[in-house]
């Protein structure tokens, strides 16, 4: 709701109808009406104004209250919406046809046709020491705030409505009332596009669109198009088919001209069983020869037993008989299965493999002892190659002299050395070990190490106070090599034995040492 305060001025009228109203037997005033106009110039004399000018709108006023903290009459009129496109700049109050009170907004009026919602006029104008008697209040109309929540805006359109759900309920509107009329899934469809949509029952399927792709969709096959009859492309009955075919069970007993059937066969000089029968007898009796490669005769059939056998050298084979076993010649190739008859003797997947080293042959043990040996050097240097391309070699070394000892390799490493580790097998008067000092793929240079002790003596003390523990050197002898403590001059010492390396040199005495050695590589 939107609203328009403005200030009014009583008339000269208005003064001295307010002076007789406050008399002791004066009636109130009455403001009846208010006056909207839209002058474009100022009110030369608000006192003397006796009418609105460029009157654009009139009515009753909706309420006239007092408010009294303020000192000022309060009128509201509302405006219809047919009346919003007007520009107010002047505003009357009537008591009925005489102009009581003016006002006019020079700067501040209100384009009514920028404004939405309702619009209510409220004008103020003062009281000075008039009593509330004076002035008739009007409040049996409803107020713009209450209109606005107990009644529907017309222009509005029912957009105003608080719940439209129950409004439907109120008009007894079903469902279908806010669906919207289409073709989706949602919508309602029109009796126009449903007849073209689906089938009319009372049409018996006469209105289908593609009458072959229905009867696929149904499952029909093409006997569902043919008629029942005796014609070339109709479909017979069973009583029918009984009358016109021969009866599988009755083994052609139900042919109806057994002469013509023969004849039809190209049987028409066929013996008859008895006839047959009688012939077998007479020839079985008469003295004819038996077969022979060189002339015709009689001859017995071989039974499957007798042609396995081999014993079938009177008798003639049937080609079931001579199909029903394996040929000796054939090696077994005339075999009908060959998985299942391996399958049978028990055979692997191996037995499908050749012998040789490649990824889809079988080893033989010879093969595979080769793969380990065949790069292998026997000896006291030598060497073994294993198939993953790792090399081990071994061999020994002698230190006669002091200096380095150097080794060749019996077989040079391809690529790198990963390890090499030397043993003394013999050793001279002094302990030795070697360090490596300088390794290649094709030699390594051992040093020889010489291994010292020195026995560190100890005085031993009281655990006392704060003193410390000394210690000195002495020379090393069977005494203080075999105890664990050593006493000198009247006070016991503890013995410490400690090892160490040093590089031999020319100064010590001259060796007879060998070492084992042992490297690996790839």
Sequence with gaps: MNTNGQILSWTDQGDRRLQAAKAPNGTPLQLTHMVLGNAATPIPATKQATQVR????????????????KKSVVCELIVPENQRNQTIR??????????MAIGYASSHYTPMQQKDGAWTYIVHIPLEN????????????????VSDKHYLNAADNLKDLTNNTTAQNNLGLGSAAVKNAGTSNTDLITTGDADSRFLNASD?????????????????????VKNVGTGNADLITTGEADSRYLNIS????DITDKPAALANLGLQDAATHEYVKTQLATHASSNVSAATEQQAGLVQLATLDEAKAGLAENTALTPAAGAAYLQKDNNLADLANKEKARRYLGLGTAALRDVGILDNQV??????KDLFTKSFQAGANGYQIFPS??????????????????????????????SVVATPIKSSTLSLSYAVVEITERMAIFCPMIISQTF?????????????????????????LNSSSYNFNGETFETFNSRHLRSFDSEDSSLDDSFFWQAIGY
């Design 456 to 480: 560190k003596i100890g005085r031993v003390y009281p655990v006392v106070g704060s003193e410390t523990f000394s210690s000195s050197s002495h020379s090393v002898n069977d005494e203080i």
């Design 389 to 418: 391309g790792l090399m081990m070699q071994w061999g020994s070394a002698k230190q006669t002299a002091s200096g380095n000892v150097t080794v060749i390799w019996p077989n040079p490493f391809p690529t790198a050395v990963l």
């Design 250 to 253: 009755k083994n052609f007993s």
């Design 130 to 145: 008039i009593p509330a008697s004076a002035i008739e209040t009007v409040d049996n109309l409803i107020s713009l705030e």
């Design 204 to 224: 018996n399927l006469e209105d289908l669109i593609n009458i072959v792709q229905a009867r696929q969709n149904l499952g029909l096959g093409t006997a569902a």
């Design 54 to 69: 460029n009157e654009v709108y009139r009515a009753p006023v909706d309420r006239v209250a007092l408010d009294t903290a």
């Design 363 to 368: 080893v033989t043990s010879n093969q595979l």
């Design 90 to 99: 002047e505003i009357g109050l009537l008591e009925h046809e005489t102009l």
